[in-house]
């Protein structure tokens, strides 16, 4: 990765961030008229109020302040905090746990749950509790205290390790047994048992959700050529679909050629012929459009849709000439503007860079909640001297 696909590739993650903090005041306002009258120029950073949805939209982030994230936004950077605590480097039972952790029981975030992410966390809740059953039915012919404490161990230890890793790593433990013997044959066993929980958990969903973990993913591993197989990989943690994947591979496959120095209008060719072909014909029919932004996306659909989303998010990218626009123009199409904020802000981002008439406003990344940490998260996956 040389100094300028660097550059792109920290402004990428940054970009994604800062566009959907940017969008969360007027997300799921599903009036582009209303929107227009309430913030007629400066629609950024807007202030959550339910009385702006009446009878024209959902009402999500009553809980959340000016600059905080949508669920779009949390689930972009806990991928970028799992890269970074797992050795920059994406590992899917890292992030799933890492996803699980921040989302679930006893997590960190407060605010809207999305279809997907909960059926996700349904799936690895009921996975995990079968798997728990079928450890409580193997027997062992030592003492139940040293059962526990192996089995203890061995949860445990499968939080962090799967496969061929999880059961190196607990091997180790017969060796201390009274029995040894015994011991591993019990450990084999559990290990056995727990085997289930490797599948993915993802919904069979096809919103954005599924895309909104890919910019520091690419970032991280734009010079990986297993590139691909690892977005999809993330992707089915939490939309294990098809047509997911399909948009997937469509959004990878732009962030990667932005992230390497091609232009937004030849990235664009080559995410659309990165689809399937049903795919490609309808974004290219999209593209053919001669509209505006608002109703082009009023056409093909305000919702969370993967097809409806990715359709305004590239015809917007396509006339794009500067971040705070193109990030403007997405809040004012409104609808799902988070969703379609992450990666077009990406986008954005990586061609714009801070600063400057085009880029990213350096006001707006001191407005976004916990810039700072965001900053430095940054650094540690893409540090400038490296």
């Known amino acids: ?77 806990i991928m970028l905090e799992s890269l970074v605590a797992n050795g920059n480097r994406y590992e899917k039972h890292h992030y799933q746990e890492s996803f699980r952790d921040h989302f679930g029981y006893g997590g960190a975030f407060s605010g809207y749950i999305d279809k997907p992410t909960r059926l996700t966390l349904d799936t690895i809740y009921r996975t995990e509790s079968d798997a728990l059953a079928r450890t409580n039915e193997i027997s062992f012919a030592g003492e139940d205290r040293e059962k526990q404490v192996l089995l203890t161990k061995v949860l445990s230890a499968s939080k962090r390790y799967q496969g061929q890793e999880l059961t190196t790593h607990v091997a180790k433990l017969a060796e201390t047994a009274s029995n040894p013997k015994d011991a591993a044959n019990y450990i084999s066993a559990l290990v056995q048992a727990l085997a289930g929980t490797s599948d993915y958990p993802g919904a069979n969903d096809e919103q954005l959700p599924a895309i909104s973990k890919l910019p520091a993913l690419v970032a991280c591993h734009l010079e990986n050529n297993n590139l691909m197989a690892l977005s999809e990989s993330a992707t089915r943690v939490t939309n294990n679909a098809e047509r997911a994947i399909d948009y997937g591979r469509v959004a990878t496959t732009l962030l990667y050629h932005v992230l390497k120095g091609q232009t937004i209008e030849a990235s664009i060719a080559a995410a659309v012929n990165a689809g399937s072909e049903k795919t490609m014909q309808f974004l290219n029919g999209v593209l053919a459009e001669n509209g505006e932004l608002l109703e082009v996306t009023k056409k093909y659909g305000l919702h969370c849709d993967l097809g409806s989303g990715t359709a305004s998010m590239l015809f917007n990218l396509k006339h794009a000439t500067s971040y705070s626009g193109t990030v403007r123009a997405n809040i004012y199409a409104g609808g799902d503007n988070c969703g379609r904020a992450i990666v077009l802000g990406a986008v954005a981002g990586a061609t714009f860079g801070i600063g400057g008439e085009h880029g990213i406003p350096e006001s707006w990344i001191e407005k976004m909640h916990d810039h700072s940490r965001i900053n430095q998260l940054i650094e540690k996956l893409l540090p400038v001297n490296r």
Do not use: C
């Open 1 to 77: 990765m040389n100094e300028d696909q660097l550059m792109r590739a920290r402004n990428s993650i940054l970009g994604a961030l800062v566009a959907d903090s940017a969008t969360m005041g007027f997300h799921w306002l599903y009036s582009q008229r209303r929107i227009a009258e309430l913030a007629p120029e400066q629609p950024e950073f807007k202030t959550p109020n339910e009385d702006d949805y009446t009878d024209v939209g959902y009402f999500a982030h009553g809980n959340k302040q000016v600059g905080e994230f949508s669920h779009y936004g949390e689930q972009s950077s």
